[in-house]
């Protein structure tokens, strides 16, 4: 049945292993840094494979040797296989079955580690591991079967992406109570205009809907402080230097009686509808997803 397959010489695991490192590495250089007997090795397994399947699976572009569009469809092809055996192995050998989740710091943070403790004592054969990417990277990464789940928001979602609702995440305006000591009733825009400011600038998305609050309220966002993360900006709000917008989550983590919260309707505009997102191929390759997707659902909702 599959006599065409094995007929000729060229395909074996490990040249399929190879291609799918060199994609997962964006060309052979990254693949294997540094050592050029090793990228010659990978460079002639590539040529052995385009020769088995009649196709160019790698060009040079430049100084730089590359996947070609067939390279990359051959690429994730080969890693649902590879993650199919993978799984089938570890269950017959009674291993736990590895998934990894992807989001942005804040989320993997604040949402997703605290809540995998539930999931894991409902999944014992399941392990996971998390992965901090921005929103287009874990698009990017789902549709190439790369990461497994993903928590983004709902307006980032295309095909062949599957997704379940988590919730509306909501954001808030904190400063340390010490830091308004002297003022009876601070203002969001004092909190732009006047007081030690510490804000995210990693999302852009986040970033200009932030600088459009700033301007209905007739001021410019200019903090004293430029985080990369949310966690950065709480710590900031925590050595009670700095006020900042928070997801709403963050709060947990402040000390009841040491901050001011603003008054949040001037921030509704920045909400975003969460999801957990997973590419739609994913529970025909891997059964066992079914089941986690059901579990992940049900402990991240908000």
């Not at 591991?129 to 698009?139: D, H």
Request: positive net charge; glycine residues 6%; hydrophobic residues 45%.
């Amino acid at each position: 049945m599959y006599d065409n397959l094995f007929s000729e010489r060229g395909l074996s695991f490990d040249r399929l292993r190879v291609l799918v490192e060199v994609h997962d590495a964006g060309g052979i250089a990254k693949a294997a840094p540094g050592d050029p007997v090793r990228q010659s090795q990978y460079s002639r397994q590539l040529r052995e494979l385009s020769e088995f399947f009649g196709t160019e699976v790698a060009r040079r572009q430049g100084r730089q040797l590359k996947l070609t569009a067939q390279g990359i469809e051959l690429a994730e092809l080969v890693r649902a296989q590879l993650h199919s055996l993978q799984d089938f192995r570890a269950t017959c050998r009674s291993e736990t079955v590895d998934y990894t989740i992807a989001a942005g710091d804040s989320l993997i943070h604040w949402l997703v580690i605290p809540r995998l403790g539930t999931i894991l004592r409902k999944a014992p054969a399941v392990r996971f591991a998390t992965c901090n990417l921005r929103t287009n990277e874990i698009v990017q990464q789902l549709k190439e079967g790369r990461v497994d789940f993903g928590v983004i928001r709902k307006d980032a979602l295309m095909a062949p992406l599957k997704s379940a609702a988590l919730g509306v995440l909501s954001f808030t305006a904190v400063v340390p109570k010490t830091l308004v000591a002297t003022r009876s009733h601070p203002t969001l825009r004092d909190l732009f205009s006047l007081l030690p400011f510490a804000a995210h600038t990693s999302d852009g998305q986040f970033t200009q809907k932030l600088r459009d609050v700033a301007k209905a309220l007739k001021t410019d966002l200019r903090p004293t402080l430029v985080c990369q993360s949310f966690p950065q900006a709480l710590a900031a709000v925590q050595s009670g230097g700095f006020g900042a917008v928070l997801p709403a989550l963050a709060l947990k983590d402040l000390e009841p009686g040491t901050f001011v919260e603003f008054p949040a309707d001037a921030l509704t505009g920045l909400s975003r509808s969460l999801v957990l997102a997973w590419n739609s191929r994913l529970p025909n390759i891997r059964p066992s997803a079914k089941k986690v997707i059901e579990h992940l659902q049900t402990e991240l909702s908000f």
